[in-house]
């Protein structure tokens, strides 16, 4: 069974930088493509970044590009979202996921497992 589990999320301020990390175990990490999801109050969850299988190919929403990186660590099953400049816009739930295949993933439909998610809280 696939266990996704984030960490990191916190109340912080306009401008600061923060590192979200996703533990993952149940399968073999190494093989799939991964994704950052994040979901507003009142707003459907949307794509954040997604990262095939060996890290080589990366993909960031393009408003977002400037300051958020999307990076795995294959020995530590853990993936990763650094967020740079943070805005009160950022505020959200922030949401790892993965899919069965091991290309770059960029439709939430192909997204079958999901973490409880991390809140960040981006205060003005």
């Known amino acids: 069974q696939v266990q996704l589990v984030e960490s990191g999320g916190r109340l912080v301020q306009t401008g600061v930088s923060l590192r979200l990390s996703c533990a993952a175990s149940?399968?073999?990490?190494?093989?799939?493509?991964m994704g950052w999801f994040r979901q507003a109050p009142g707003k459907e969850r949307e794509l954040v970044a997604a990262?095939?299988?060996?890290?080589?190919?990366?993909y960031v929403e393009d408003s977002l590009k400037a300051r958020f990186t999307i990076y795995r660590d294959n020995a530590k099953s853990t993936l990763y979202l650094h967020m740079n400049s943070l805005k009160p816009e950022d505020t959200a739930v922030y949401y790892c996921a993965t899919g069965d295949y091991s290309n770059l993933l960029v439709s939430l439909a192909a997204y079958h497992y999901w973490g409880q998610g991390t809140q960040v809280t981006v205060s003005s």
């Open positions: 149940g399968r073999s990490f190494s093989t799939y493509a």
């Open positions: 990262i095939n299988w060996s890290g080589s190919s990366t």
